[in-house]
């Protein structure tokens, strides 16, 4: 196994999505949202990813505002035409950007308040060794999620919504323990937001 100083893991950021729950008619791209910090909602969740990895990987739907905003963050930005087919599409898109790094952590341009100490246990679980590491909170499993190089091959199949829920049911996962209710919490909604 490799030391963890030759280790590299690599922030991966799903903000391909719709935002269908948040805004039925898409006229408000609820990642351009404000949380109640004052940031939009993508760039929140960015520079946590950012705080922990020195590569961010990001997906979106296409050029626009919201790759900019990632961008200029210091992201790198894969456009995925393909994004309506689903979640798994996206991730995949994303990894073929980082299919070097020895795992990643996958969170969610949704998910503005997952705490930097969160991602960093995670980044943690997988240097030690760990094929999918998960954040738990009062036993509820929540986001990013963590994966180690071993189940890149199975990654880059994932298809659907789910995303790469399904390998959590295939393979044992290290609970990672967190005090971070961002871990649970996404913006599906306005009141989401308040």
Same mark, same amino acid.
């Given at each position: 196994?490799? %030391?963890? *100083? %030759?280790? *590299?893991?690599?922030?991966?950021?799903?903000?391909a999505g719709r935002g269908l729950r948040f805004d039925p008619e898409e006229t408000k791209n609820k990642l351009l949202q404000?949380?109640?910090?004052? @940031?939009?909602?993508?760039?929140? !969740?960015?520079?946590?990813? =950012?705080?922990?990895?020195?590569?961010?990987?990001? +997906?979106?739907?296409?050029?626009?505002? +919201?790759?900019? !905003?990632?961008?200029?963050?210091?992201?790198?930005?894969?456009?995925?035409? @393909?994004?309506?087919?689903?979640?798994?599409? !996206?991730?995949?898109?994303? =990894?073929? *950007?980082?299919?070097?790094? %020895?795992?990643?952590?996958?969170?969610?341009?949704?998910?503005?308040?997952?705490? #930097?100490?969160?991602?960093?246990? =995670?980044?943690?679980?997988?240097?030690?060794? %760990?094929?999918?590491?998960? #954040?738990?909170?009062?036993?509820?499993?929540?986001?990013?999620?963590?994966?180690?190089?071993?189940?890149? #091959?199975? =990654?880059?199949?994932? @298809?659907?919504?789910?995303?790469?829920?399904?390998?959590? *049911?295939?393979?044992?996962?290290?609970?990672?323990?967190?005090?971070?209710?961002?871990?649970?919490?996404d913006i599906d909604s306005p009141a989401d937001l308040e």
């Amino acid at each position: 196994m490799n %030391s963890p *100083h %030759s280790q *590299h893991i690599v922030g991966i950021l799903l903000a391909a999505g719709r935002g269908l729950r948040f805004d039925p008619e898409e006229t408000k791209n609820k990642l351009l949202q404000y949380t109640p910090g004052g @940031e939009k909602v993508v760039v929140a !969740s960015a520079k946590t990813m =950012l705080t922990v990895f020195s590569e961010v990987v990001a +997906v979106v739907r296409k050029e626009d505002v +919201v790759a900019a !905003s990632l961008r200029a963050l210091g992201c790198t930005v894969a456009v995925c035409d @393909e994004a309506d087919r689903g979640m798994g599409v !996206s991730l995949a898109c994303a =990894l073929q *950007h980082a299919t070097d790094a %020895s795992g990643w952590v996958i969170a969610l341009g949704d998910m503005p308040y997952v705490q #930097p100490d969160t991602v960093a246990a =995670l980044r943690d679980a997988l240097m030690q060794g %760990s094929d999918v590491a998960v #954040p738990v909170r009062s036993g509820r499993r929540g986001n990013p999620v963590g994966f180690g190089r071993r189940l890149l #091959p199975e =990654l880059l199949q994932v @298809e659907g919504d789910q995303g790469a829920r399904a390998l959590l *049911h295939a393979h044992p996962w290290t609970a990672v323990e967190v005090d971070d209710a961002g871990i649970h919490q996404d913006i599906d909604s306005p009141a989401d937001l308040e």
